[in-house]
């Protein structure tokens, strides 16, 4: 063995033995201060007897930990994420018991509940023992990476190294608006974003314009796949099938993908060497984890959670995400109460489940993602694409603008932080892309500014009963007594409520963009057809002082927008600064006429109301930050890239005050866009074959694990 071999083996071998120490020490700090665990016999030991017995406790401990654990959390892969994240603590604990009955002559003793606090001490102190000295040890950081590097080489038959062709890393943020962003940058909130944009810093920021429906589901796919067509919403009715479609449901994310992929013949922006974490679809990658569409499929390919095995492998980052994960769900209970006690408005319910909702998107799936993107990195891939979701769910409940919305980011630009000192030391450079789906708008829910929701109004319009917390407000009121007026029956005090159809309308709402379909229309129901079955209905949703306008299909003049007073305007002549939908801005025009042209757009689009004083819209769900629809910062997300590469778009087209370069129009332009600068490093994506884009099972890949 040659003298760097021995340097180094010894090396590792100090590492242990501090590592080991510091553990034994802890233990018995533990010991001292813990009524319930002992390491000592009930007779007493002396001070080199406890030692030597913590010395054990520790070793054993530690080599569960290293040989145990992964096993035990590859075999828990089947555990929904969410409960797996529970476990950490019981898991590690019993790890914990294991070890002192290892012990000799059964000197350690505790009880199960303390065993969990001080197995997560223990965890801790030893992962940050080894970090720190893994850091200190800069020629054991250059042998890893090292390693990451040759494994790469052998993989790719090339030379993988920092002088070949830069990796793409495009972290998506969910639910972050162009504007949004550049003031975070502007406020402190987001250093790593503000250096990006500072002059000189080789950053260019890029609005983008979402479809009309500008929610996850429409623009990942977009982005990822490179279609989006017929997709009116995050959630709709497909009358032919007779089921609701939700971008956020397995089974309903695998089938849009597949579509997708049959309309482009496509497997993705990921086909060569990539890996989609975090995302509802796979763009075609190969490496997975946290990708709901994955999360459908059955057997092998069923491996979406994998990235969870390479993060909780190491029980020191289970019990870290496990102790963050209850400091979240506390800090979200603070933050309600305080709302509730300063009376904010607006303001939603935030009880039930949502605090541990919230902690899982801003804590577990934060720490994961980031994780295994960083992996992705040292493995040196080519293209890696992640979503980080924390913002857009606690802006949904607290406000895109609220002091709550401010700390995720601030804490989202940590982990971008994290991720550019990485990039400093992969084995091939990287370009780092920072984009967002869509945006945010604020607004007190429709519900509460006007006292019933959307299923409410359209259940007046129909003539079918509503409940009687909507007859007891004044806008519940006033819409009944509206229908009657149009029916021409008389209103009455108490009238008896007519019992419901057995087919009655299907309501859904996407932020502040509702879809109202009538199964027992066969195809898309005309304007016509609805005011023989129900004459009050489009008046009373069109003159709502909460609706901005409809969409219906009418036989005589084709699609038309209705609004308030009667008006009516030919989708045909649509146009933008005009009319009904001169509030919503530029490109409202062609997003409406897309959307008309799919075949499972819903009998009746209906877009809430838009401010464009105040910004504000108001959401049929319960949200106070929303999107969905058209109106406000919702529609207005972004690109942000180094300017090594390409434009975004090369034509000239204003886009809006601040930005330098074109304007892109939806979430197909982006996909083009990113691809292009994939091709411009990488050369072009493999298309598939007409059999792979037949077989959607196939065409996706199949997961691996997380680097």
Not at 48 to 56: L, M, V
Not at 237 to 250: I, Q
Not at 272 to 293: E, H, I, K, M
Not at 356 to 364: D, E, G, N, S
Request: charged share 20%; with cysteine; hydrophobic share 40%.
């Amino acid at each position: 063995m040659s003298d760097g071999r021995w340097r180094t083996a010894g090396s590792a071998l100090m590492r242990v033995l501090v590592v080991w120490g510091v553990s034994t020490l802890t233990m018995l700090i533990l010991a001292g201060i813990l009524p319930d665990f002992q390491l000592q016999s009930d007779n007493g030991d002396s001070f080199t007897k406890i030692a030597f017995t913590a010395a054990w406790g520790a070793g054993a401990f530690g080599l569960l930990s290293a040989l145990v654990w992964p096993v035990v959390v590859r075999a828990l892969l089947i555990v929904p994420a969410f409960v797996l994240g529970m476990l950490v603590f019981f898991l590690n604990g019993s790890l914990l018991l294991v070890a002192l009955r290892l012990i000799p002559d059964g000197r350690g003793a505790v009880n199960p509940e303390t065993a969990v606090v001080v197995a997560a001490v223990m965890s801790a102190v030893a992962s940050a023992t080894s970090t720190a000295l893994a850091v200190r040890d800069d020629n054991a950081y250059r042998r890893r990476l090292s390693r990451l590097a040759d494994r790469r080489r052998r993989r790719s038959g090339g030379d993988g190294g920092r002088s070949g062709p830069p990796g793409t890393v495009f972290i998506q943020l969910d639910g972050v608006g162009h504007d949004v962003l550049a003031r975070a940058a502007a406020g402190g909130l987001m250093p790593t974003v503000a250096h990006w944009l500072a002059d000189g810093s080789g950053h260019r920021l890029t609005p983008w314009r979402t479809d009309w429906s500008s929610q996850t589901g429409a623009s990942q796919l977009g982005i990822l796949h490179g279609s989006n067509f017929d997709i009116p919403a995050f959630r709709w009715y497909e009358k032919e099938t007779g089921d609701v479609m939700v971008s956020s449901r397995p089974a309903s994310a695998l089938e849009l993908q597949r579509r997708a992929i049959v309309r482009t013949r496509d497997g993705g922006l990921l086909t060569l060497d990539g890996a989609s974490r975090g995302n509802l679809f796979s763009g075609g990658a190969d490496q997975l984890a946290l990708v709901l569409s994955m999360a459908a499929r059955r057997g092998k390919g069923r491996r979406s959670r994998a990235g969870y095995f390479a993060y909780f492998s190491d029980p020191a980052n289970a019990v870290r995400t496990a102790l963050s994960f209850v400091a979240e769900v506390g800090r979200e209970i603070g933050q309600s109460t305080r709302a509730r006690i300063r009376k904010d408005a607006p303001r939603i319910k935030r009880g039930g489940l949502y605090p541990f909702i919230r902690a899982f998107a801003t804590v577990v799936e934060r720490d994961v993602v980031v994780a295994a993107l960083i992996g992705d990195m040292f493995a040196g891939r080519t293209a890696v694409y992640a979503d980080l979701v924390a913002y857009d769910e606690v802006a949904h409940h607290s406000g895109p603008h609220s002091r709550d919305a401010d700390k995720v980011l601030a804490r989202l630009d940590r982990s971008l932080a994290l991720i550019v000192k990485v990039a400093e030391h992969t084995p091939r450079r990287y370009r780092i892309v920072l984009l967002s789906d869509h945006g945010q708008s604020p607004g007190e829910t429709f519900a509460g500014a006007y006292g019933l929701t959307l299923k409410d109004l359209v259940r007046a319009g129909c003539g079918l009963p509503v409940p009687r917390r909507a007859q007891r407000t004044k806008s519940g009121s006033e819409a009944r007594d509206a229908v009657r007026i149009a029916l021409h029956r008389p209103v009455e005090e108490g009238e008896a409520e007519l019992p419901a159809t057995p087919s009655g309308p299907v309501v859904l709402a996407s932020g502040n963009l509702g879809l109202i379909s009538f199964p027992d229309i066969d195809g898309r129901a005309t304007r016509e057809q609805l005011d023989r079955r129900h004459p009050a209905l489009l008046s009373t949703l069109a003159n709502h002082p909460g609706i901005g306008f409809l969409l219906v299909r009418s036989e005589l003049h084709g699609s038309v927008v209705l609004g308030r007073g009667g008006a009516q305007t030919p989708v045909s002549e649509l146009a933008d600064g005009e009319g009904l939908l001169e509030p919503f801005g530029p490109g409202a025009a062609d997003a409406v006429r897309r959307t008309d042209t799919f075949p499972h757009v819903a009998d009746v689009m209906v877009n809430s109301i838009y401010d464009p004083t105040t910004g504000c819209v108001h959401a049929f769900e319960e949200q106070i930050g929303s999107h969905g629809g058209l109106g406000g910062e919702q529609s207005r997300p972004f690109l942000l890239h180094p300017r090594s590469m390409s434009e975004p778009v090369t034509s000239r087209i204003s886009a809006g005050p601040g930005a330098d370069g074109g304007e892109l129009v939806g979430a197909e332009q982006v996909h083009e866009v990113l691809r292009r600068w994939l091709r411009e490093c990488s050369g072009p994506q493999v298309p598939l074959t007409s059999d792979d884009a037949d077989d959607s099972g196939r065409a996706d890949g199949t997961a691996a694990e997380a680097g």
